[in-house]
């Protein structure tokens, strides 16, 4: 078959009509990317000559529609349908599969006329039947589902807004939380819109900041159902309430409330954008792409916007943007604020900000945020939102493209501390450096250029000695974060030693001291896991992380110095001995657990370091003992394991830190974690070494990792999606998949696991991701929908060839569940080799491998019979194979080769004659009389089998 860059490259060699004819042997071999490029080609070029062949047309929409439908694109695959019956109103195939891509899109009304109109144009088609009467109850419920809505939602607003004193505040609520339950479905948000809710909602917005507030929460929470994935409804909000009130509700000091509204705006913006759509069809491309070997020409095209989406997602970000060092914005509310537009800055993520964001004041905005503390700060602040501020910078210049873009972001911040450090005033050059710590934890490379700037040093160390504590506090924590790489600031590190020491000896002040001994551990943990390059002694390590612990262990400390500890301990504990001390340290360990559990940000990734230190759930170079060899002989040093980091350790280690708890406080730190790359793969290492032990698999389930890890496996580094992934693929191969990923998460964990499968993932990674893929599908339609439309079923097929006993395995038997789904089934009886390849591994020497190919079989010959019969007579062994089964030692392979022949021989003569010409037959007589009620199922489908060959009267007597 010629290949589409073939095609492309010969334009003028091929003309429309070729293309169509390439499009079609695309399709038959169900590579519908390609087949749609030719159809679209064979348009093109249709146009381009003039053609007035409206047939031609016609026909090679209605292709395209089938190939946006098996794609699963519904909405794309009703444009050519359309576009197709433009030509022809009366096209069956068109018709029926504008009525297909309606139902998907959930448009039964309109699906159903279509419906009627295929009736009565095709009376005997068999197939519209079933889709007819299915619509025709959905139309039914929904009609009756609608009359009862909309009462619903009129007596619901009636009780909410009541003007007599017959609805108290419980009644308002509970009256409220219902229009809530009523606007996550379509019917219900198309209702309340009607009874003109948005303004009603409005109202509520509009109270005093004193009233209530429960009613506030629950108007938000119905705003962000109605715009969620709605452009219209989005927009009215926007115009009906108008950004600067939504803005407002950021006031409220409430975390739940803040959080609420951060959901409405990102609902206001996918609304408007159709930016989850965008997404969820990116990844899709991403993994059919990275499957495929895809050339460049395959990239995914960034998101397009028409004038009015680009102008109403433009005053969001405005909004957004002047509200970031606002003085009516709460703490939490600010931090809201961050984190949304971190969600949404890059230009991966689709919106691009980044760009807005140097074309405007919001780096301006956000480096006086970022140099603002709790104690000192003229607006609103909290410990976490220096954070959001490094996360949001570090987003910023990974996203830039260009040296100049990078030129502009250093113009902007130098702007900032050229003003600050200018300023008479003291108090704008500390926040100047706490700004500058805010950097240095943030996009380093920009910290380390101001921090390089002449007199920023001596202003440090000038603090640092300052009598005065806030001074002191300000410097240290800048030195500490400025110590970060020593390979880099060689210099910086040598002066700040002495200092951190002075400070930490001779500090009376708790966090002074604390801070200082952060430094001081950062610096000697400089030498990472590596036994035999150590900067400082292990006395001196030890000392410092005892020092840590009675920080951490002392409940009578404050949370903040408590953190100080951990990320300590962050640094520390790559050394083995420590690791040892601290594990079996109990008032430790309990300490760290409850520091987890509490809900603050800015202690995941410390605490995650610490936990994956513990487990050595980092990644650990392998030195092949030839290297190690020529290293020695060119006397390098060679990176040498701790005895004490050894499997028999590190097995005791992980084992008492899931008696501690650790699995709770994990999942804890994940349903903190917003957008930090880092910290999830940090959470995904630790989730795996958990996982990696199936006797944890239970408890981390129980704790609430199933649902926590989906996400981690969706959003993350490319080897924390690895190693979530991984981690699901353990949970789901040893707990029924229903019980470990409920309802939807079911369906959400099909993404990454298909993700895990690739030939450049380790062995262990596939056939863990097969194995689990395995369980789902046995036990969801919905799953196995999934797999289809994620185009995963060619990818898990490929497995079957593979040269790995246990990958050829796995595979057999997730295909033998897969063929359970209609569209997998019907694709074996294509032209291809699927049946052959079934057939012959009837003959394999692996047991395993046998029973799920002829149980694959089996499931086929249930509903094609006569199909699979042709198909299995054409492998010329097909009797010897059968036989090999059919006499296994194995019931189960037996009871599925005699279901299989007795539908066989029911459904064709032909082959029925080949059994009884054969061994087969003899085999088939000694099995129908065999006893014992293990045997039954076999002793009776033998027995179907010998009554379907004297049905074809190839035999007299059946008994």
């Known amino acids: 078959m010629v290949q589409i860059s073939e095609a492309v490259d010969a334009g003028d060699i091929m003309d429309h009509t070729q293309y169509k004819a390439q499009g079609n042997e695309y399709f038959k071999s169900g590579n519908f990317e390609e087949a749609i490029v030719c159809y679209t080609k064979a348009l093109d070029i249709s146009a381009k000559q003039g053609s007035a062949d409206t047939s031609f047309k016609g026909v090679v929409h209605s292709n395209k529609s089938a190939c946006y ?41 309109d699906a159903y006329k279509d419906a009627l109109q295929l009736i009565k144009l095709d009376p005997k088609n068999k197939a519209i039947i079933p889709i007819m009467q299915r619509l025709s109850v959905i139309n039914q419920e929904k009609h009756q589902k609608v009359n009862s809505t909309e009462s619903k939602v009129t007596s619901m607003f009636e009780l909410v807004f009541a003007e007599d004193s017959q609805s108290d505040s419980a009644t308002r609520e509970q009256a409220l939380t219902n229009l809530l339950v009523l606007s996550r479905e379509d019917a ?59 803005v407002a509700q950021f006031r409220f000091a409430d975390r739940e409330l803040c959080n609420a509204v951060s959901g409405l705006f990102q609902s206001l913006v996918n609304g408007i954008t159709n930016l989850q759509q965008f997404k969820d069809d990116k990844a899709k491309h991403e993994i059919q792409k990275e499957r495929s070997g895809a050339p460049s020409r395959s990239r995914f095209q960034p998101l397009k916007l028409d004038d009015e989406q680009s102008a109403f997602v433009d005053e969001i970000f405005g909004s957004l943007v002047k509200a970031i060092n606002s003085n009516k914005v709460s703490a939490n509310g600010r931090d809201n604020i961050l984190e949304l537009i971190i969600r949404n800055v890059t230009s991966s993520d689709g919106l691009n900000w980044t760009r807005k964001f140097l074309e405007t004041d919001g780096a301006a905005r956000l480096m006086e945020v ?4 709790p104690e000192r700060a003229a607006i609103q602040v909290n410990t976490n939102t220096r954070m959001h501020c490094s996360v949001l910078m570090s987003k910023i210049w990974d996203d830039t493209m260009t040296d100049q873009q990078r030129d502009k972001i250093r113009t902007l911040t130098d702007e900032y501390f050229v003003e600050q450090f200018s300023d008479k005033s003291f ?70 030693i002495p200092i951190l020491k002075q400070m930490y000896k001779e500090s009376p002040n708790d966090h002074i001291k604390a801070r200082a001994l952060v430094g001081m551990c950062k610096i000697s943990s ?62 430790s360990i309990k300490a760290l657990i409850e520091i987890a559990k509490v809900g603050d940000q800015t202690v995941i990734y410390p605490a995650a370091s610490v936990f994956v230190n513990l487990m050595n759930a980092y990644d650990k170079p392998e030195i092949m003992p030839e290297m190690k060899q020529l290293a020695e002989y060119a006397k390098q040093k060679v990176p040498e394991e701790h005895p004490k980091d050894k499997e028999e350790y590190l097995k005791k ?74 981690a699901l693929a353990k949970l789901s191969i040893t707990i029924n998949p229903e019980v470990a990923f409920p309802g939807q998460r079911i369906i959400e964990v099909i993404r990454p696991l298909l993700k895990l499968l690739h030939p450049e993932r380790t062995a262990l990674q596939n056939f863990e991701a097969l194995l689990a893929l395995t ?52 694709s074996h009886f294509k032209e291809n080799d699927k049946v052959k390849l079934l057939t012959l591994y009837c003959g394999d020497e692996d047991p395993a491998v046998q029973i799920a190919a002829c149980g694959a079989l089996a499931i086929l010959s249930s509903d094609y019979a006569d199909k699979l019969a042709v198909k299995i007579m054409k492998v010329a062994s097909w009797k010897d194979l059968l036989l090999q089964v059919l006499v296994s030692e194995n019931v189960g392979v037996r009871h599925r080769a005699t279901h299989l022949l007795a539908n066989l021989m029911e459904s064709n003569c032909e082959l029925s004659q080949g059994v009884v010409s054969s061994q087969l037959f003899e085999v088939l007589l000694a099995l129908s009389k065999v006893e014992g009620e293990e045997h039954s199922a076999v002793r009776k489908c033998s027995q179907s089998a010998l009554e379907a060959a004297a049905k074809h009267k190839l035999v007299k007597h059946v008994g």
């Not at 109103?89 to 899109?105: G, S, V």
């Open 370 to 373: 970022a140099g603002m503390v």
């Open 427 to 496: 108090d704008s050059k500390l926040d100047a450096v706490v700004a500058l710590s805010s950097l240095l934890q943030g996009p380093t490379e920009l910290g380390n250029s101001i921090l390089g700037r002449a007199g920023v040093m001596d202003m440090l160390l000038a603090l640092a000695e300052s009598k005065d504590v806030t001074h002191q506090l300000i410097a240290v924590e800048a030195l500490v974060h400025a110590t970060s790489k020593k390979d880099k600031c060689v210099s910086i590190v040598n002066t700040a």
């Open 188 to 246: 219900g948000a198309e209702k309340i819109c009607a009874a003109d809710g948005i303004s009603k909602l409005n109202s509520i917005l509009s109270l005093p900041a004193n009233q209530e507030s429960p009613l506030r929460l629950t108007a938000i929470r119905i705003l962000a159902c109605l715009t969620k994935h709605n452009r219209v409804r989005a927009i009215e909000v926007i115009n009906a309430i108008g950004l600067n009130r939504l």
């Open 69 to 109: 439908l098996k794609t699963g694109k519904p909405q794309l695959a009703l444009q050519e349908a359309t576009k197709s019956l433009e030509y022809n109103a009366n096209d069956i195939k068109a018709l029926f599969r504008k009525c297909q891509a309606l139902e998907q899109l959930e448009k039964y009304g």
């Open 775 to 826: 369980n789902i599908t046995s036990v969801s339609e919905s799953a196995r929908r999934k797999i289809l439309t994620e185009k995963g079923v060619p990818e898990i097929e490929s497995y079957m060839i593979d040269d790995h006993e246990m990958l050829k395995r796995a595979a057999t038997e997730c295909i033998c569940n897969l063929v359970l789904n209609e569209e997998v089934a019907e």
């Open 653 to 726: 280690r992980i084992e008492l830190l899931v008696s501690y708890d650790v699995g709770s406080a994990t999942v804890s730190l994940a349903s903190l974690v917003t957008d930090s790359p880092k910290c999830k793969e940090l959470l995904s290492r630790i989730f795996l070494a958990i996982a990696t032990e199936e006797k944890y698999r239970g408890k981390l389930v129980q704790q609430g990792g199933g649902k926590v890890i989906i996400p981690l496996a969706l959003e993350n580094t490319d080897v924390g999606k690895q190693l979530a992934s991984q």
């Open 526 to 587: 400089s030498s990472g896991t590596d036994a035999a390059d150590k900067t400082i002694s292990d006395e001196s390590q030890l000392a410092l992380s005892r020092s840590c612990r009675r920080f951490l262990a002392n409940s009578s400390k404050d949370l903040d110095l408590r953190k100080w500890a951990v990320e300590g301990l962050a640094y520390l504990t790559l050394d083995a001995e420590i690791k040892e001390e601290l594990v079996t340290d109990l008032d």
